[in-house]
């Protein structure tokens, strides 16, 4: 089995479940037990400082979104940039926190990269290793740069790379003549 930890599933246009669709999902965790991630383009319309509001004291500004990670129920986890609060590292420079403590920091720092999820993407043993023979799923290697770009086009962005990867062996064996013209 080839751990797909630190990779970006990205969901393939035959994925009908509507948790998922055109979505990217940051892979936290995949070994033969099962597997879980966090989906990085489903913003809620409530604000960290919103849902800071109703679960703590701690003043909170940050305007960014809450995200939804995914259809299971579970804590509150960060995915952020510093190591310092860094429960395990993702992939080099993207770090998680699901301690309390942790997310405080996160959450009320302004100089730190961080996405915060409600709820997670999870797989049993097997699960998501059938959903990829199915074609449900296509796979990236995952970057520090597009876990905390703009989400909103993320998909069509890490897409679009699949599809240049796959192509790219047929591009170097194409003879393109000078004059297209000739074509």
């Known amino acids: 089995m080839n751990s797909?930890?630190?990779?970006?599933?990205?969901?393939?246009?035959?994925?009908?479940d509507p948790n998922f669709l055109r979505s990217v999902v940051l892979m936290i965790q995949h070994d033969e037990q099962g597997a879980f991630g966090v989906?990085?383009?489903?913003?809620?319309?409530?604000t960290i400082s919103e849902l800071w509001g109703l679960i703590s004291q701690t003043p909170c500004d940050n305007p960014s979104p809450?995200?939804?990670g995914?259809?299971?129920?579970?804590?509150l986890i960060a995915v952020h940039g510093d190591a310092a609060l860094s429960e395990?590292?993702?992939?080099?420079g993207v770090h998680l926190a699901s301690a309390k403590d942790s997310i405080v920091q996160l959450v009320t720092q302004s100089q730190c990269d961080v996405r915060l999820f409600v709820g997670y993407s999870g797989w049993g043993a097997g699960q998501l290793d059938?959903?990829?023979q199915a074609g449900g799923w296509l796979t990236e290697r995952a970057t520090r740069e597009d876990v905390f770009s703009n989400y909103e086009d993320l998909w069509n962005r890490v897409a679009r790379r699949i599809g240049l990867h796959?192509?790219?062996?047929?591009?170097?064996?194409?003879h393109?003549?000078?004059?297209?013209?000739?074509n």
């Not at 797909?4 to 009908?16: C, D, E, I």
Request: glycine letters at 6%; a negative charge; charged letters at 10%.
């Open 4 to 16: 797909l930890q630190g990779h970006f599933l990205v969901a393939s246009p035959h994925l009908v």
């Open 39 to 46: 989906v990085l383009n489903r913003p809620t319309n409530n």
């Open 66 to 68: 809450v995200h939804v």
């Open 70 to 75: 995914g259809p299971v129920a579970g804590p």
């Open 88 to 92: 395990m590292e993702i992939v080099p």
């Open 130 to 132: 059938s959903e990829l």
């Open 166 to 174: 796959v192509l790219e062996p047929t591009f170097r064996h194409l």
């Open 176 to 182: 393109v003549p000078n004059d297209p013209s000739m």
